[in-house]
């Protein structure tokens, strides 16, 4: 693979910038990456361990002589980042971002973008339940989905580029309207991860059940609720406060759905659970035939503990 | 390991009994394995994979001269079997079961089991989303626990030897009650999985989103709710409707949280939703703690289409 920009800025060193500096690295996609977080302690993590070639205290410091920005903070966190690199782009720069939501990012980031720089919204389909400067990987993005968000008129060389790159890193690049995104998400992660913080949150609740009862004999469902539910607090608060219409819609959808169920528990309506679990069980089929998870019984999970 | 029991009859050949056929042939623990199933198809199956040392066409023969009866068929069906052997017990023989729920399990089955014979339900909590007499493994109760709901006056030689049997498949064995096993088991699993049906089922009614936007964009959390939807339906069905009184109280508590995180969501309460985020993070802390989860990112999962 070719160098296809000179020099990127990761603003943020989370999980998904630090997977993106080891994907990058590892296919040379960039001649020199800089590197910036807010926290002083993240900052010191990443010098060590050599996450970026230089590692800079402030956003607007990382930006300057970057052809292309990443901004890979908490999406509350945007708007100002975007304030304060916005006089130091560079002329011909592009702009892009890695949030869960992109209504909300447009909006916050936009209108800070001088002309003659491109912004090209974006979000890897990608990501694990930790977070921090040393969770990243290189593999992370590969045969994952990244969704581009091209505003009108955008330069199609620009977005080419930035194809590339994710390309270059594993990923297919699909591009989609900023609202429809914002609703597929809503379905596909934000309202699942809420339901499952709300499962985890009852039981961690009850009296009668205790918590040792409750993380000894996880395994039987519960568990893999929780590892959805170990995610970034601050990055979910974030997409939650910012997709609320979408999310409320699928949940209100979803609390329809549990209490015709519930009903049918109730009334003991055996061919109605029936049919349901079985249309279920066929999505799951869908899924692994479409080369998005492991047909490998409870995901191929290594024993823990042996 | 020394043989446990001279002849083991497994009523019901799917996941479960499949996987135990093969633990217990592993560490020697039984001298004759005698299985048997409804479906003329999945004993054919059986008999061609060698899952057991001798596949019988009815419940009664499988039980004759029986050490140990493994009840493994859904809970909804378990009256039905009980009745059919228990003329056919041998004194002294051991009936247990591998049921979801237990208190509905005893009362089915309780009413069939003659004098001189113990009957000690049991409930392995092991599983995948896979099932049929092929998807056992002989690794599925490492250190996983198993729950035995002794009655009162259970035989305590009984009990030790069928404790040993666990033990020697991999499995922890600890004793509970019939009702609190189903509350518990109400939280950690039953209401689980209700919800991860529940969530499939809305995804797959949009109109808005497709299918196939929902299965391509999956793994952004909504595919881990698939895995636990893919459970077979007959089972689920019957765990649901023969454990009602406790899943319906722990889907009310859900409901009312969930409630509740709308709530902050829609009058954007970011502490709230901060606070419980970071309360639901050091649950799954717990479980990898207790060593029933793996730490590793994303389960650890092999890759999928690599």
Redesign the interface.
Known sequence: MSVIYNRVALIGLGLIAGSMAHAMRRANLAAEIVGTARSAETRSVAREIGLCDRVVDSAAEAVQGADLVVLAVPI?AMGAVAEEIGPHLKPGATVSDVG?VKRAVIEAVAPHIPQGVHFIPGHP??????SGPK?G?A?LF????C?LVPPENTDPEAMARLRALWEGMGAHVEEMDADHHD???A????????????????????R??T?G???????????????????D??M???V??SN?DA??E??G???E??FA??RA??T?D?AH??D??????A??????E?????????????????
């Open positions: 509350g869960s389909l990608a990501g694990t339940e930790h969770s990987f593999s590969e045969n994952r989905w969704l609703l597929v998400l379905v596909t992660s934000h309202a699942p991860h809420l339901i499952a913080y709300t499962m985890v949150g009852v039981a961690d609740d009850l009668r059940v918590d009862e409750v993380i000894k004999y996880s395994a039987a469902g519960f568990r893999d609720f929780t590892r959805i539910a170990a995610s607090p601050t979910w608060r974030d939650f406060l609320k999310t409320l699928i949940l959808r979803f609390t759905e549990l169920l519930q528990i109730r003991g055996g659970l029936f349901y679990f079985t249309r279920t069980r999505i799951r089929r869908g899924i692994i479409a080369g998005q998870d492991t047909d490998a019984p409870d995901f191929g999970r290594s024993k823990p503990g042996s």
